[in-house]
């Protein structure tokens, strides 16, 4: 990236702060922020503008916007005594991470994750493009600047990245639309939107991005979604696979995530084939109510099944989404899972850390924290001697609490500055015209 460059971006972010900063000024209240609705599927995450931390600012993990149902993030998981593991040598050891924001936020709370850890060596970055419109498919500029800088800090590092392969991908578009739009895209309509993103993460030095396209295409929550037309979906995956494999430079991943389970169609019958799939995924969370750990194992398409097609397919398998869910504070899922990654060595997973799923950002899991700090404590890429976490010298602080219900302050006007800008500042912005009456 040349100097020009660096000062479009470093303007462009001056340009988000001093607006974030004159929303503060101007209004009281809990202000406009955008909330995010799901259904019964794990939320998406919600994006969020990185807004640098004070020097010596303890960092507050939050994570994005529980759905309706979820348990409310209150604060992070305090410190626990746990009793030291086995030491893991090198051959053992899966890749792993965490998503834990969209932006600079989530690379600089891997670091504290990491220390939370004892310093265990989190190699797995993971974020999403935002499925609104395709100019944020396109991985719009400045968007993943900082990922890959984290990216291109050290070698062995990993770059996970969701993609879109429709834009509106939350707007419960119905099934005829669906299917129209995947013919369309198997087509060639979209194919330079797809070849956009290629040509920027080329750009940006991350040819080795791991992508994964589609994911959950088997469930209902997508656009993206499979079921309306597999034919046509496997059709369009294809074209877009090929599309940014035509990008001199790159050298993606392409993982096929489903959701585990059978969902709305069986996720084998969405499988675009070996030429364009490099890894097969799966989200794998703790659902439904109920289900034990060995009935997800053996499962129609579940944890079992996933293995075993792979390996027919010869393709290495992930997990780039799992955790908590319908059973609560399960520390026997946890531990369980904990150990099927271990025993079948994914090429990486990245547990999805905000509540109800996680365990660092989600102070509701302390049984389940617990675990997953007791086994992963003090990984790294070289053989260790386990040892007891300690309490840091810096209590974790309360994390800013989400809005219940947003409220317009009394003689307070929002104002309109476009979606755009509305998207990266998280909101409306408000003016309020008593401000020449206050006291000074």
Request: hydrophobic letters at 35%; charged letters at 20%.
């Amino acid at each position: 990236m040349d100097s020009q460059q660096r000062r479009t971006r470093t303007g462009r972010l001056a340009f988000i702060a001093v607006t974030v900063a004159a929303s503060a000024a101007l209004a009281s209240g809990p202000g406009f922020a955008a909330g995010v609705v799901r259904a019964d599927d794990p939320p998406a995450p919600t994006a969020v503008v990185p807004v640098p931390e004070p020097p010596g600012t303890p960092v507050v993990p939050t994570g994005p916007t529980p759905a309706p149902g979820d348990v409310t993030p209150v604060e992070p998981v305090p410190p626990v005594d746990v009793k030291p593991v086995e030491p893991v040598t090198p051959k053992d050891l899966p890749a792993f991470g965490a998503y834990l924001d969209y932006g600079a936020g989530g690379i600089t709370r891997m670091a504290e994750l990491s220390r939370w850890l004892g310093n265990a060596d989190l190699r797995v970055g993971h974020t999403y493009l935002p499925g609104d419109r395709w100019s944020n498919i396109e991985g719009r500029p400045n968007f993943l600047d900082f990922w890959a800088d984290w990216r291109t800090g050290r070698a062995d590092r990993m770059f996970v990245l969701n993609v879109p392969m429709l834009e509106r991908n939350e707007d419960n578009v119905s099934d005829a639309e669906v299917r129209y739009l995947l013919r369309q895209g198997a087509a060639g309509r979209f194919d330079e939107h797809y070849r956009t993103l290629a040509e920027r993460l080329v750009e940006l030095k991350v040819p080795d991005t791991v992508i994964v396209l589609g994911w959950e295409m088997n469930g209902t929550t997508y656009t993206h979604r499979c079921g309306p037309d597999p034919v046509a979906w496997k059709k369009y995956w294809n074209r877009i696979v090929t599309t940014m494999r035509s990008v001199p430079g790159q050298k993606f991943k392409f993982d096929f995530t489903p959701t585990r389970g059978r969902d709305a169609i069986p996720w084998t019958q969405c499988y675009p084939g070996d030429d364009t799939v490099d890894i097969v995924g799966m989200d794998s969370y703790d659902q439904p109510s109920g289900l034990t750990f060995d009935e997800q194992i053996k499962e129609p398409y579940g944890l079992q099944e996933h293995v075993d097609f792979a390996k027919a397919h010869g393709k290495p398998i992930s997990y780039p989404e799992w955790g908590l869910f319908r059973n609560g504070d399960n520390a026997e899922y946890m531990k369980r899972m904990l150990a099927w990654m271990d025993e079948h060595k994914p090429l990486y997973n990245t547990l999805t850390d905000y509540c109800p799923h996680g365990v660092w950002q989600c102070s509701a899991n302390p049984k389940s924290s617990a675990v997953y700090r007791s086994v992963l404590f003090g990984r790294t890429g070289e053989p260790t001697t386990p040892t007891t976490p300690t309490t840091p010298t810096t209590p974790p602080t309360e994390p800013t609490k989400p809005p219940t219900a947003p409220t317009t302050p009394p003689t307070c006007s929002p104002l309109d500055l476009g979606k755009w800008v509305e998207y990266w500042i998280g909101g409306k912005l408000c003016l309020r015209f008593d401000w020449f009456s206050r006291n000074r």
